[in-house]
């Protein structure tokens, strides 16, 4: 029997080793309609939540910003819109989706407030304790190891600084959570197949939600990683949540 370590890509088990490999090309396949699909399956929920979250956030000038995961930099625009003397770092595996966010930054006249870096969350290519804020919005269900990317965020936040994750979550109504299973299975792998030509990434993208822990369960993760004053609060009657920690 081998003893290779597993872990879950969707509702598949495969090699540890190999899962950052299928979740890059997931994200490199989609990365040019990542943001119009966004819209689309979330109905243009995904905005509330994010506006939610910069709302718990609070940001404030002169701050430093990590979006980790950050993608195509929506929440990294939020944040620097909310708070014009700040800057962040966008840094996420897939170089195709920082393409697409460094465009959009132009285009939105943010560019120098922002650098766009090609990075694993679970090993972060910065010093300890350089940021004020870190950020992972949709982005921590897809990491292999997520008490490594944890410490890792507690490694790059200065003492006094904050956590804050935006993630998918279990709805805690069982009716509510079938009526959104069979949207989700049915509704979501189907418009991916129509708007992007790709239905496996986006059934990747449902089953990943189903496998994430719930609402408890990860914040005794975050507190594990260090983090002091963890809470969270459901967005969406749990659909998705938003989880706070401070680095002490
Ligand atoms: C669903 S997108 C979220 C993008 C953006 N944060 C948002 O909220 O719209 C997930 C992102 O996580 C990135 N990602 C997945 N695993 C990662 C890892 N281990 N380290 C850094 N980024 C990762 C993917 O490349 C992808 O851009």
Redesign the pocket.
């Known amino acids: 029997m081998s003893d290779e370590k597993t872990t879950h890509f969707g509702f598949q088990d495969v090699p540890e080793a190999e899962k ?1 490999g299928m ?2 090309g ?2 490199s396949r989609v ?1 040019s309609k ?1 943001d119009v699909m ?1 819209d689309l399956m979330s109905m243009g929920i ?1 905005r509330v939540w ?1 506006d939610a979250m910069m709302d718990w956030l609070a940001p404030r000038s002169g701050q430093r910003l990590l ?9 990294a625009f939020r944040f620097l819109k909310r708070a014009p003397g700040a800057s962040a770092v966008v ?4 170089e195709p ?1 920082l393409i697409e966010g460094r465009k959009r930054a132009e285009a939105e006249k943010m560019a120098d407030r922002l650098d766009w870096v090609v ?4 090993a972060l290519p910065f010093p300890d304790a350089s940021f004020d804020t870190y950020t ?4 921590i269900r ?3 190891r997520i008490a490594d ?1 944890l410490a890792e965020a507690y490694r790059v936040l200065r003492p006094g600084g904050r956590l804050m994750v ?1 993630e998918f979550s279990q709805i805690p109504n069982d009716l509510m959570q079938k009526v959104y299973d069979l949207y989700s299975f049915n509704i979501i792998p189907a418009m991916g197949q129509f708007v992007t030509g790709d239905r496996g990434s986006y059934q990747y ?1 449902v089953e990943s939600i189903r496998k994430f822990p719930d609402q408890d369960s990860f914040a005794a993760m975050i507190r594990d990683a260090g983090f002091g004053q963890v809470k969270y609060r459901n967005l969406t009657m749990g659909v998705a949540a938003l989880h706070s920690g401070w680095k002490l």
């Open positions: 950052a979740v890059h997931v994200f990365a990542y966004n995904h994010k979006d980790v995961a950050g993608g195509t930099g929506d929440v840094c996420d595996l897939t989706m990075g694993d969350a679970m992972i919005s949709f982005g897809n990491v292999t990317a935006l993208l």
